[in-house]
């Protein structure tokens, strides 16, 4: 069955506590980004696994192999439960996180591959040398980092039924760009409804505002959790 995973896009651990007793036992899994980390460090993170809460460490590492491999130890050791890493930071970058994350044994971390950042455009490709068409792009990196140990890959709702024919049943697809029927779209582009978003065959919905924001983020976090099993 598909997880919900709450964006903790909040500037302290003091806010993130807050939502996280808010939000109780309706939600176990949250993600921990750049910003957040980048203003808390390691310490955030430990502050939700002491909630006993799975931790997605969204960092999208990119670097040369050694570096990304300690980075994906000390994420390990740290308790995280799904990392991120480039795809195009190569084969033997995205072993080296595999690996990593495997001598954690027991607590081995799954290793999540960005394919496109969904920011970039068939322009921003040709800037970078990138001739091919984003579509082709995405299906090639994600194919690249899972014959190479990723688990799965980070894909937009949009992309979903397509990297799910491509990489089979076992990948990990964890979608954020998800909104619930009738709700605030905000800065998200290409949105799905979480019901279409399981259908099409995300593992995960990433879901940030739609909670953090909502009047009553329990209740919020509720029905997107009843729209997923709908
Ligand atoms: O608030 P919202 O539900 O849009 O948050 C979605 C989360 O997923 C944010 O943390 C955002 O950075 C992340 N994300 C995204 N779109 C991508 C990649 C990541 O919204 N293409």
Redesign the pocket.
């Known amino acids: 069955m598909a997880e919900l995973i709450v964006?903790l896009?909040l500037a302290s651990t003091a806010e993130v506590k807050k939502m996280i007793e808010l939000l109780g036992n309706t939600v176990d899994f949250y993600?921990i980004?750049l910003e957040l980390f980048s203003a808390e460090g390691p310490d955030v993170v430990r502050a939700v696994k002491a909630y006993n809460k799975k931790v997605f460490l969204d960092l999208k590492l990119h670097d040369i192999p050694r570096t990304v491999e300690r980075a994906v130890t000390s994420g390990a050791a740290l308790g995280v439960d799904l990392m991120t890493i480039h795809s195009v930071g190569g084969r033997a970058m995205i072993k080296a996180a595999k690996d990593a994350a495997l001598a954690a044994g027991a607590h081995a971390p799954k290793i999540l591959a960005v394919t496109a950042?969904?920011s970039l455009d068939q322009s921003d490709l040709t800037d970078i040398g990138v001739l091919r068409e984003m579509k082709a792009q995405v299906e090639a990196m994600g194919l690249l980092a899972c014959s190479n140990g990723a688990d799965g890959i980070?894909c937009?709702p949009k992309e979903v039924a397509n990297m799910r024919r491509i990489l089979g049943p076992a990948a990990l697809l964890v979608t954020?760009?998800?909104r619930p029927a009738g709700a605030d779209v905000?800065d998200?582009k290409r949105v799905a409804t979480p019901g279409q978003a399981v259908r099409d065959g995300s593992t995960h919905l990433?879901?940030?505002?739609?909670i953090l924001e909502a009047a009553d983020p329990r209740a919020a976090a509720l029905a997107i959790a009843a729209e997923m099993k709908a």
């Open positions: 964006a896009d993600k980004g950042l969904t980070v937009s954020p760009g998800v905000g998200q990433v879901v940030g505002r739609p």
